[in-house]
């Protein structure tokens, strides 16, 4: 089996009046989430091959925060299409990775939480299950592409 862990930035500062979404920082609470993420990571041995990232402030400081507690030392590649991605573009993006043993994606919701049910239960629905900070462990067969319901979720964790 390999996996495929998705990780949803924690919880951000709202945006002001002008400010670009993008840009948008982690709150003091979101940084905690992201260390304790990282720490749920590290005491169950999901020490990543490869890790994408949407660029957005707030996915690459989660990351950093999790990196920190994990110790993984990966260079992280950014992946622009994370930031709006379909669950569609992100399996494309999972199965192009394939060769990772054990692939990160750190993005956003409404096409994380999408992903999760889509592979899971083969519907995405209006599935709401990734909430700020959570982590999704899914088991995939090693030389099977993504598709719908392929995947068990192996583990779960939500700040």
Known sequence: MRQLILLRHAHAESAGAGEDDAGRPLSETGRTEARD?????????????????????????T?????????????????PSIYDATPGA?????????DAA???????NPGLEQLLALMHSGQSGDYRGMP???VAVLGLPVDAAIEPGIARLDAFWWP
């Open 37 to 61: 993420a990282g720490k749920w990571l590290r005491e169950h041995g999901a020490h990543p091959d490869r890790v994408l990232c949407s660029p957005s402030t707030r996915t690459r400081e």
């Open 132 to 134: 700020p900070g959570a």
């Open 102 to 108: 054990r692939l990160v994606l750190v993005g956003h």
């Open 63 to 79: 990351w950093n925060h999790v990196d920190v507690e994990l110790g993984s030392g990966l260079a992280v590649q950014f992946e």
């Open 90 to 98: 992100l399996i494309a993006l999972a199965d192009a990775n394939r």
